[in-house]
């Protein structure tokens, strides 16, 4: 059996996962805000170590935001998590004395799509996770393309407006600036703030502002929610007709948490996207991370093939 | 030996290749404007049938612009070219009885470079062709990337401008509407008629407009060229910048006319791109297609390993 860590910025998942891809065993780890490295890393390696007593772990992967030096096991940073050149995967290799390999999570939800999920049977296929950011998963002929450095697929930061925001890496216009959650939040807030009296900005002021705000204002025939989400998904569907044009794949799976909204979001996107490549919501949703972190030494030693 | 026949909308050009990459016999049949199918089918045929009486010919291969079937050795359809369907790699054989396979000629300027030119010895490449559009191919693990339906790697159609004009291919704000050398010399003739006693004005006075125009005019200080040149190289440096955030790799490679300024090109767009991946002007220039179309069997067929 695998085990597959999903370390995220407020809780860490484990999942044990036999080879039909079945997780036979599930724990959670809640991450506290400003916890060190050190006893973040103490932390997840006895996790481990008490789900390897109970199940006979072969190979243990590891999924992380950030930036991930897989050759050396090593997260290098991510936002919102204690790691600075972190050398996850000896640690919990040291507790565990079972053989930990870590990437980047975008990669390992691929990576769990391409086994269990939409990508059985295809040979090219592109993920993308629309959350807090765009990050992606590059597959092609059922390989994860990491490109020569290890660093490609940072899907998040084509540019779809040449005149557009700064973004934080240093370009401008940056998709994952116009089609994240977090663009779709802010698009929610705005449209809330300057149109006081419509049903979105009653859903925001009952419950804040959410990826869910304007789906659910529109569902309620709110005319305000409707554009926001109109505006927002001319974005999404340009980034997503860029990955179609260039990789031409079998099928785009839709990942992270806006894929929560099912066809709420797929059937709209589809009608602008007018494309004949199949774009499907992730079969795995929030497990893909986590069976993908499993799979990930089969993916290195497949794509080394 | 190999036959290299590269298709273009004005001359056909034919070269004999050897094993070392060198070409030991060039022929070039210019194309009368209006030619029907039947004819340009019979002229190119025919050069073919005679250079293989010369030279020991094993395999031919045929780039041309436009959409073309590998699999069917059929040129579906191409701009300025008298092709519906053309079955141009089953005539070329019936004339040599030599095996004959055809392809797309930014696939083919991309082999080219992938074996004789700057992809000696590199794993990932992308070739971006700047010319009339803006074609490319992407070289993922030394083989030529199609995607599952072959019709991959359309990179002159990536959307860098959501609200952009509309294109042919019916998306809008297409990166050759902008980055094209027929983007670049609207923007000349444009800005030569906004400044009519510009160096620039009188460049495209003397000598019409081409693509060279504004380097040329650039060179001779004017401030004009040089904001055109500017602005264009904005738009060509965003659609690069994303194929290098996307495949990370090795090297891009710039074909097409506009490749043909050198450093006049590479020194600027490189200041704007600030990568740490390398762009280089192809290798090969003008012969990139031609090697490649000669190559193009071997290409076909490392794909399939």
New interface residues.
């Given amino acids: 059996m695998l085990l597959g860590v999903d370390i995220g910025g407020t809780s860490v998942k484990f999942g044990v996962v036999d080879e039909k891809f079945n997780i036979v065993h599930r724990s959670n780890l809640r991450t506290e805000k400003g916890i060190s490295e050190k006893d973040f890393l103490a932390a997840v390696a006895a996790e481990c170590a008490a789900i390897a007593k109970e199940y006979p772990i072969e190979r243990i992967g590891a999924g992380s935001p950030g930036y991930v030096d897989m050759d050396a096991g090593v997260i290098k940073m991510a936002v919102n998590l204690p790691f600075k050149d972190t050398p996850v995967a000896k640690c919990i290799s040291d507790a565990t004395g079972i053989p930990t390999v870590v990437g980047n999570d975008a990669t390992c939800a691929a990576i769990g799509e391409l086994y269990a999920g939409l990508g059985a049977g295809?040979?090219?296929m592109v993920f993308v996770t629309i959350g807090t950011g765009i990050g992606g998963g590059?597959v092609?002929d059922r390989k994860i393309?990491?490109?020569?450095?290890g660093?490609?697929?940072?899907?998040g930061?084509?540019?779809?407006?040449?005149d557009g925001e700064q973004c934080g890496c240093?370009?401008r216009?940056c998709w994952e600036l116009?089609a994240s959650v977090t663009a779709l939040k802010k698009r929610t807030a705005r449209a809330a703030k300057a149109h006081p009296n419509s049903i979105l900005a009653r859903q925001v002021e009952q419950e804040g502002v959410s990826g869910r705000t304007a789906f659910n204002a529109a569902r309620m025939g709110c005319k305000v929610a409707q554009l926001v989400l109109d505006r927002y998904l001319?974005?999404l569907a340009?980034g997503i007709?860029?990955l179609i044009?260039?990789?031409?794949?079998?099928v785009v799976a839709l990942g992270g948490g806006l894929s929560g909204e099912g066809d709420g979001l797929l059937k709209p996107l589809c009608a602008k996207l007018?494309s004949d490549i199949p774009v499907e919501i992730s079969k795995l949703k929030n497990d893909a991370g986590m069976i993908g972190a499993a799979m990930l030494h089969r993916s290195i030693e497949e794509a080394k093939k």
Avoid at 245 to 250: A, E, G, N, V
């Fill in positions: 295809v040979r090219n590059i092609i393309y990491l490109g020569t450095r660093d490609a697929g940072e899907i930061h084509i540019c779809v407006n040449v240093g370009r216009g116009y001319d974005y340009v007709g860029n044009c260039i990789f031409r794949p079998d007018q």
